[in-house]
């Protein structure tokens, strides 16, 4: 049986404690890999806060035998599940050489499924203007003692008494079930604050603290959140640092690991904004793996946020090209009975979208192309028949089998510089965030490559794409101007070439926007007709809906399935932009929709073509060079590919997609210049592409 370097996640009902191995033979035979990792998603942290030692089998509490307690799932009835079967169920897994995680939520269900450790120390409830919510696991007990230090031993005693590889947290545990900007304003979190940022409270939220009535909670967070917001964000960061260092410190002396879930689906500055989570902070404090929720399909059939495919593919990449050296896996939705969603079965082409682009926005770093994750998350794991987990793992397979040689798309450069700088100006402004710009113009199908660090940017070549260049530092600014292996795009405040005296071949200025940015660029071939273009784009230019008065004030969505507010661009700048990576840039392929066309050790292009419609889709795929053959690389379409060829000189009108034009596998008076794409609803094709040896 072949080892992957994938994980799953999976609750208990996934196995079956009625069989000798509780199951695990009969569940690796229908995987038909061995992943790297397994979660055990026991999903109530009370397998921790409530662990003794194992002097005596007991039986768990429904809601550590499945997620939330649910009675069934497709295979079984929810079993009754004990201490000891656990630990037989980690070491028979771990005989495969998988490593094996306790997984645990933060959450409190007022003592629903069992009297809960929780009930005894309601002092650690977060207090938000919501109301008391979750678990805060920054709070400290009555007698003024960290929840962190007794976290640390019942977590060390926890897996070394099971038997685990180490601790997987999510949802509610960190970060907690809301942004800080309307989370835990309780008397012990101001205090806290107070202490470490040596802040300044007036006298009416002074004369106050020791009472946690929602009209202090309220006054507070109106305080903080509108006068000392960095000051809190920063001190958030600084507490998960003291949180992790103290965590992962014990578990990995005692050869231990540390994984958990990003920050509610949130890019590297969403993170650090929302929920005071800095990425790299987490990683030098200790944690070993970062579970990417790129889940968006499954997000978007829950009614989350709205259209998130671009904004999540490229979230992932983001994450990455920001710590590059460090194990990032990312949530592949598959199906969860218990939140009662399912992509397999429902929309599988929007699955399979998902797994091949998800895999394929690479980074670079040391020269190297690399993946933006190292490998797909499972979820949840329990429940896939022998043959879906055949169907998924095929299609991993072609998703992860590609190693590129080269990338003909646009690089993106990231800035940890720039990345920092904004915090500031989002306060003030809401201005949006490289995150933001790279998957607003993929949503208008632009085409882009591997994202880049600047300092490597001696080991780019082609187009590159800078969002908000007045952010990063003076030395990345020279760096910039002085590329010239490529055309350069770049995107900062509108005026700012104007006012740092910097003539590029092109800038558009966004006027009807909110946030007024400019588009600029150098290097451009035939710039008269690229001008033309963009200012027939930018004359449809409305300005965009935005909350009323001061940016600074707007409201703060208090859970992640609202999206951040971002002083918004125009759609038609959006356009402009879109429009100058996939046209300015002069690439050797082009389409109406979004297209990833990756080179291949084998000299092939490999041609990822997205259909972002609810129908089978023909898109012409163009090539400036001289197209020898096109291969389906994915299961669909099943029919080779037909040639695009230019027009017979003796007919008087020609049409690009006309069927008299285009022949199968069959050459036409003059050369192929593209291919008709066929695709799926919702979904994404494979090709490999040809082209003749004397044009590669």
Same mark, same amino acid.
């Given at each position: 049986?072949?080892?992957?370097?994938?994980?799953?996640?999976?609750?208990?009902?996934?196995?079956?404690?009625?069989?000798?191995?509780?199951?695990?033979?009969?569940?690796?035979?229908?995987?038909?890999?061995?992943?790297?990792?397994?979660?055990?998603?026991?999903?109530?942290?009370?397998?921790?806060?409530?662990?003794?030692?194992?002097?005596?089998?007991?039986?768990?509490?429904?809601?550590?035998?499945?997620?939330?307690?649910?009675?069934?799932?497709?295979?079984?009835?929810?079993?009754?599940?004990?201490?000891?079967?656990?630990?037989?169920?980690?070491?028979?897994?771990?005989?495969?050489?998988?490593?094996?995680?306790?997984?645990?939520?933060?959450?409190?269900?007022?003592?629903?499924?069992?009297?809960?450790?929780?009930?005894?120390?309601?002092?650690?409830?977060?207090?938000?203007?919501?109301?008391?919510?979750?678990?805060?696991?920054?709070?400290?007990?009555?007698?003024?003692?960290?929840?962190?230090?007794?976290?640390?031993?019942?977590?060390?005693?926890?897996?070394?008494?099971?038997?685990?590889?180490?601790?997987?947290?999510?949802?509610?545990? !960190?970060?907690?079930?809301?942004?800080?900007?309307?989370?835990?304003?309780?008397?012990?979190?101001?205090?806290?604050?107070?202490?470490?940022?040596?802040?300044?409270?007036?006298?009416?939220?002074?004369?106050?603290?020791?009472?946690?009535?929602?009209?202090?909670?309220?006054?507070?967070?109106?305080?903080?959140?509108?006068?000392?917001?960095?000051?809190?964000?920063?001190?958030?960061?600084?507490?998960?640092?003291?949180?992790?260092?103290?965590?992962?410190?014990?578990?990995?002396?005692?050869?231990?690991?540390?994984?958990?879930?990003?920050?509610?689906?949130?890019?590297?500055?969403?993170?650090?904004?929302?929920?005071?989570?800095?990425?790299?902070?987490?990683?030098?404090?200790?944690?070993?793996?970062?579970?990417?929720?790129?889940?968006?399909?499954?997000?978007?059939?829950?009614?989350?946020?709205?259209?998130?495919?671009?904004?999540?593919?490229?979230?992932?990449?983001?994450?990455?090209?920001?710590?590059?050296?460090?194990?990032?896996?990312?949530?592949?939705?598959?199906?969860?009975?218990?939140?009662?969603?399912?992509?397999?079965?429902?929309?599988?082409?929007?699955?399979?979208?998902?797994?091949?682009?998800?895999?394929?926005?690479?980074?670079?770093?040391?020269?190297?192309?690399?993946?933006?994750?190292?490998?797909?998350?499972?979820?949840?794991?329990?429940?896939?028949?022998?043959?879906?987990?055949?169907?998924?793992?095929?299609?991993?397979?072609?998703?992860?089998?590609?190693?590129?040689?080269?990338?003909?798309?646009?690089?993106?450069?990231?800035?940890?510089?720039?990345?920092?700088?904004?915090?500031?100006?989002?306060?003030?402004?809401?201005?949006?965030?490289?995150?933001?710009?790279?998957?607003?113009?993929?949503?208008?199908?632009?085409?882009?490559?591997?994202?880049?660090?600047?300092?490597?940017?001696?080991?780019?070549?082609?187009?590159?794409?800078?969002?908000?260049?007045?952010?990063?530092?003076?030395?990345?600014?020279?760096?910039?101007?002085?590329?010239?292996?490529?055309?350069?795009?770049?995107?900062?405040?509108?005026?700012?070439?104007?006012?740092?005296?910097?003539?590029?071949?092109?800038?558009?200025?966004?006027?009807?926007?909110?946030?007024?940015?400019?588009?600029?660029?150098?290097?451009?071939?035939?710039?008269?007709?690229?001008?033309?273009?963009?200012?027939?784009?930018?004359?449809?230019?409305?300005?965009?809906?935005?909350?009323?008065?001061?940016?600074?004030?707007?409201?703060?969505?208090?859970?992640?399935?609202?999206?951040?507010?971002?002083?918004?661009?125009?759609?038609?700048?959006?356009?402009?932009?879109?429009?100058?990576?996939?046209?300015?840039?002069?690439?050797?392929?082009?389409?109406?929709?979004?297209?990833?066309?990756?080179?291949?050790?084998?000299?092939?292009?490999?041609?990822?073509?997205?259909?972002?419609?609810?129908?089978?889709?023909?898109?012409?795929?163009?090539?400036?060079?001289?197209?020898?053959?096109?291969? !389906?690389?994915?299961?669909?379409?099943?029919?080779?590919?037909?040639?695009?060829?230019?027009?017979?000189?003796?007919?008087?009108?020609?049409?690009?997609?006309?069927?008299?034009?285009?022949?199968?596998?069959?050459?036409?008076?003059?050369?192929?210049?593209?291919?008709?794409?066929?695709?799926?609803?919702?979904?994404?094709?494979?090709?490999?592409?040809?082209?003749?040896?004397?044009?590669?």
């Amino acid at each position: 049986m072949d080892n992957k370097n994938h994980m799953i996640w999976t609750p208990l009902i996934g196995f079956d404690r009625n069989k000798p191995d509780r199951g695990v033979s009969e569940y690796l035979e229908d995987t038909g890999f061995i992943p790297k990792a397994m979660s055990l998603f026991i999903f109530h942290p009370d397998i921790i806060n409530q662990h003794e030692n194992m002097d005596k089998e007991f039986t768990f509490h429904i809601d550590f035998c499945s997620y939330f307690g649910t009675p069934r799932n497709e295979f079984r009835e929810r079993q009754p599940w004990t201490n000891y079967n656990l630990r037989e169920l980690v070491g028979n897994l771990s005989k495969h050489g998988i490593e094996v995680f306790v997984g645990v939520d933060g959450v409190y269900l007022e003592n629903s499924r069992h009297y809960e450790w929780q009930s005894d120390h309601m002092e650690l409830l977060s207090y938000g203007v919501n109301g008391r919510m979750k678990l805060n696991v920054l709070k400290r007990f009555k007698d003024g003692t960290y929840y962190e230090d007794f976290f640390v031993d019942k977590v060390v005693k926890c897996v070394t008494d099971y038997g685990f590889s180490g601790l997987h947290v999510s949802d509610c545990f !960190c970060p907690p079930g809301y942004s800080i900007s309307n989370g835990d304003f309780s008397t012990d979190m101001l205090d806290q604050f107070k202490t470490h940022s040596n802040v300044t409270y007036p006298d009416e939220i002074t004369s106050r603290l020791g009472f946690d009535e929602q009209s202090d909670i309220e006054a507070r967070q109106k305080f903080i959140w509108g006068k000392l917001r960095r000051e809190w964000i920063e001190f958030y960061v600084w507490r998960w640092k003291e949180f992790w260092t103290k965590v992962a410190g014990a578990l990995h002396a005692i050869g231990k690991k540390v994984m958990i879930n990003n920050a509610w689906c949130a890019d590297p500055f969403e993170a650090l904004y929302r929920y005071g989570i800095d990425y790299r902070v987490f990683y030098e404090s200790g944690t070993d793996y970062f579970i990417a929720e790129t889940s968006p399909t499954a997000g978007e059939l829950l009614g989350c946020r709205g259209y998130l495919f671009q904004q999540y593919m490229s979230m992932a990449q983001m994450m990455h090209v920001f710590n590059p050296d460090r194990e990032l896996y990312t949530l592949l939705g598959v199906k969860d009975c218990t939140e009662g969603w399912d992509t397999i079965h429902h929309i599988p082409t929007r699955l399979e979208k998902d797994m091949y682009y998800l895999a394929n926005m690479y980074t670079k770093h040391n020269a190297e192309y690399k993946h933006s994750s190292d490998g797909y998350m499972v979820t949840l794991g329990d429940g896939i028949t022998k043959d879906e987990w055949n169907w998924v793992m095929e299609r991993a397979d072609l998703a992860y089998g590609a190693k590129p040689t080269d990338i003909n798309a646009p690089s993106l450069i990231w800035s940890d510089a720039g990345h920092y700088a904004h915090l500031d100006h989002f306060i003030k402004d809401r201005r949006p965030s490289v995150h933001k710009q790279f998957f607003e113009v993929q949503k208008r199908n632009a085409s882009t490559g591997e994202a880049v660090r600047i300092e490597e940017l001696s080991t780019v070549h082609g187009a590159i794409f800078v969002p908000n260049f007045d952010l990063i530092a003076p030395g990345e600014k020279e760096a910039v101007l002085a590329y010239n292996k490529g055309v350069v795009i770049c995107t900062a405040k509108m005026g700012y070439c104007k006012d740092n005296n910097i003539t590029p071949d092109i800038c558009i200025g966004d006027e009807n926007g909110g946030y007024k940015l400019e588009a600029f660029a150098f290097g451009i071939s035939d710039k008269e007709t690229h001008i033309d273009a963009l200012k027939e784009i930018m004359a449809q230019s409305k300005q965009p809906r935005q909350s009323p008065g001061d940016p600074h004030d707007w409201f703060d969505p208090p859970f992640f399935t609202v999206q951040m507010p971002f002083n918004e661009c125009s759609d038609a700048f959006y356009k402009a932009l879109a429009y100058l990576i996939n046209k300015g840039s002069d690439p050797l392929f082009t389409c109406e929709t979004t297209i990833l066309p990756v080179l291949l050790e084998n000299g092939k292009y490999r041609m990822y073509v997205i259909n972002h419609l609810n129908n089978y889709k023909n898109y012409e795929v163009m090539c400036k060079k001289t197209i020898k053959a096109v291969d !389906c690389s994915g299961k669909f379409p099943v029919m080779p590919p037909r040639f695009v060829f230019p027009p017979d000189p003796n007919e008087t009108k020609f049409d690009g997609a006309a069927a008299e034009n285009m022949k199968i596998g069959m050459k036409y008076d003059g050369i192929p210049y593209g291919f008709l794409a066929k695709l799926p609803p919702l979904g994404i094709s494979v090709f490999d592409v040809t082209l003749e040896e004397n044009n590669i």
